[in-house]
T-cell receptor, first 115, second 114 residues
């Protein structure tokens, strides 16, 4: 158990409204990631963080922003949700111990529907 | 740029039969390779990984995968499939530099028939 909690697990919202998804980890890992999963696309990286207040863009970052004000929380915000952002969002962490080899550990996902 | 191809979108296998899921990757250096499994409504669970050493790696649930550099492949195998193996399987490639940006394939959905 990687100690990752995502909230909310399910959300339905309307086009144009802001949405924030939260990822909380209990393991004090440095690296955190947000992916989205869509049929036919697998998982695609949205944003990632390599420390408090240190974030960078992934391959599908348009329309998303992130924040990390403390180690345990990584927030993904859709400033103005669109129907194309209907997806399942996964948070992940990488452990960085001496014997680790970079595998990602995933949360259980947040299903977002934008009407 | 890194990329991963999983050519089979769906595969149906009879229970007890052997399984091979294909994965081809494109990467300029020695890759870190992973197979993940996702049951419906769940997150992704790591099955196995390769980053160096023996090219045949063993994973959980009786799965194994073989890294073939000459073919840029990392196919997943299981000698005898169980009904509980029905799920979606993702291959991923990355480069571990103290940080990991995995690139995933589009997935293969495994159906197990009685």
């Amino acid at each position: 158990d990687a100690g990752i909690t995502q909230s909310p697990r399910h959300k339905v919202t309307e086009t144009g409204t802001p949405v924030t998804l939260r990822c909380h980890q209990t393991e004090n890992h440095r690296y955190m990631y947000w992916y989205r999963q869509d049929p036919g696309h697998g998982l695609r990286l949205i944003h990632y963080s390599y420390g408090v207040k240190d974030t960078d863009k992934g391959e599908v970052s348009d329309g998303y922003s992130v924040s990390r004000s403390k180690t345990e929380d990584f927030l993904l915000t859709l400033e103005s949700a669109t129907s194309s952002q209907t997806s399942v969002y996964f948070c992940a962490i990488t452990s960085t111990g001496q014997k680790d080899t970079g595998e990602l550990f995933f949360g259980e996902g947040s299903r977002l529907t934008v009407l | 740029a890194q990329s991963v191809t999983q050519p089979d979108i769906h595969i149906t296998v009879s229970e007890g039969a052997s399984l091979e899921l294909r994965c081809n990757y494109s990467y300029g250096a020695t890759p870190y390779l992973f197979w993940y499994v996702q049951s419906p409504g769940q997150g992704l669970q790591l099955l196995l990984k390769y980053f160096s050493g023996d090219t045949l790696v063993q994973g959980i649930k009786g799965f194994e995968a073989e890294f073939k550099r000459s073919q840029s492949s990392f196919n997943l195998r299981k000698p005898s499939v169980h009904w509980s193996d029905a799920a979606e399987y993702f291959c991923a490639v990355g480069a571990w530099t103290g940080f990991q940006k995995l690139v995933f394939g589009t997935g293969t959905r495994l159906l197990v028939s009685p």
